[in-house]
């Protein structure tokens, strides 16, 4: 081996993890690949950020939270990639998945048990039959986990628990959940406005305004489950936690993030939202959102077809008018 052989190597076995750059994955997805902002990464303020910010925040969070959209090839394959740059630094959390009930812990619990393949995970937990995208877009999250044996935590309420919770509200709930879930804290109305937005925006604006008085109710319990599963896990032994959400779960305005700061304020909470380029909507303001999230990447947006359109045949006009 020559001198220079033997100084590359030494570079190569002796440089910290963190040295080295961290590189978006090759998008899956062509549409809005040449959009001006896709592959820019944003910090909230809608400044400029290095891949290397965003790695080096979450390799240093307890608490890492990575928004999706969920039929979104490319947003998985970020999930993946930072997952895989905290274990390579050391870091050993637990992965919550929004996309798993509690009631499939057992289940979650029996497959990573026996099994070094996610390729079967799918099929276990049901993932098809409860409506969620392909599975093998969220194998590579998974494969992560039990390469290297992180735990995998069921977030999600069941489905019996959101139907209680819509009709009841809290009542559906133990004293103790209601604690839990941060439901004992009324919203302001800066959060109260902003979920309705959300909801209604992620329903075309079609709903009837009645109806969301319930739909906020579940999505206030569904992030109080995501947070205490999350709480948990760090509580029984793990190296904080990672959630794989929808990016409405992630929000720092009033979602996850708002009950982890309530109930662990010592925490060091990290958000990092997928955003899709949109078409004519070439500024930062467009994406990034002051006290949403702490990142902000862009990437191609995933093909598919109006999903607004089944909801207009179904109301017939706007609804609230």
């Known amino acids: 081996m020559t001198q220079l052989s033997r100084l590359l190597f030494a570079l190569v076995?002796?440089?910290?993890?963190?040295?080295?750059?961290?590189?978006?994955?090759?998008?899956?997805?062509?549409?809005?690949?040449?959009?001006?902002?896709?592959?820019?990464?944003?910090?909230?303020?809608?400044?400029?950020?290095?891949?290397?910010?965003?790695?080096?925040?979450a390799r240093e969070g307890d608490f890492v939270l990575l928004g999706e959209v969920h039929d979104n090839r490319d947003h998985h394959a970020m999930q993946a990639a930072l997952l895989q740059a905290m274990v390579d630094a050391g870091r050993r959390p637990a992965v919550v998945f929004e996309m798993l009930?509690?009631?499939?812990?057992?289940?979650?619990?029996?497959?990573?048990?026996?099994?070094?393949?996610?390729?079967?995970?799918?099929?276990?937990?049901?993932?098809?039959?409860?409506?969620?995208?392909?599975?093998?877009?969220?194998?590579?999250?998974?494969?992560?986990?039990?390469d290297n044996r992180l735990p995998v935590i069921a977030g999600d309420l069941d489905r019996a628990s959101v139907k209680a919770i819509s009709r009841e509200g809290p009542?559906?709930?133990?004293?103790?959940?209601?604690?839990?879930?941060?439901?004992?804290?009324?919203?302001?109305?800066?959060?109260?406005?902003?979920m309705r937005q959300a909801i209604g925006k992620g329903h075309c604006d079609l709903m009837p305004l009645a109806s969301l008085d319930p739909m906020i109710g579940v999505q206030r319990a569904r992030d109080g489950?995501?947070?205490?599963?999350?709480?948990?896990?760090?509580?029984?032994?793990?190296?904080?936690?990672?959630?794989?959400?929808?990016?409405?779960?992630?929000?720092?305005?009033?979602?996850?993030?708002?009950?982890?700061?309530?109930?662990?304020?010592?925490a060091r909470i990290v958000v990092i939202s997928m955003q899709e380029a949109q078409?004519?909507?070439?500024?930062?303001?467009?994406?990034?959102?002051?006290?949403?999230?702490?990142?902000?990447?862009?990437?191609?947006?995933a093909e598919r077809e109006d999903q607004c359109e089944a909801l207009r045949k179904r109301f017939g006009k706007k609804a609230g008018n």
């Open 279 to 301: 078409e004519g909507s070439t500024g930062a303001g467009d994406y990034a959102q002051s006290d949403v999230e702490d990142f902000v990447v862009i990437t191609p947006a």
């Open 225 to 266: 489950s995501l947070a205490d599963a999350m709480l948990s896990a760090r509580q029984a032994g793990a190296d904080g936690a990672v959630l794989i959400a929808g990016g409405g779960h992630v929000r720092k305005d009033y979602a996850v993030p708002t009950i982890l700061a309530a109930r662990a304020p010592d």
């Open 101 to 146: 009930p509690r009631g499939l812990q057992q289940a979650v619990n029996d497959y990573i048990s026996t099994s070094t393949d996610a390729a079967g995970f799918g099929k276990a937990t049901q993932w098809k039959e409860r409506g969620w995208p392909d599975w093998s877009m969220y194998q590579p999250i998974l494969q992560i986990a039990l």
């Open 171 to 194: 009542d559906a709930l133990t004293p103790q959940e209601v604690k839990l879930f941060g439901l004992d804290r009324a919203l302001s109305q800066a959060q109260d406005d902003g």
């Open 13 to 57: 076995l002796f440089t910290p993890l963190h040295a080295w750059a961290f590189e978006l994955p090759a998008w899956q997805t062509q549409l809005q690949a040449d959009h001006p902002m896709t592959g820019k990464v944003l910090r909230d303020d809608g400044s400029a950020a290095t891949t290397d910010d965003m790695i080096a925040a």
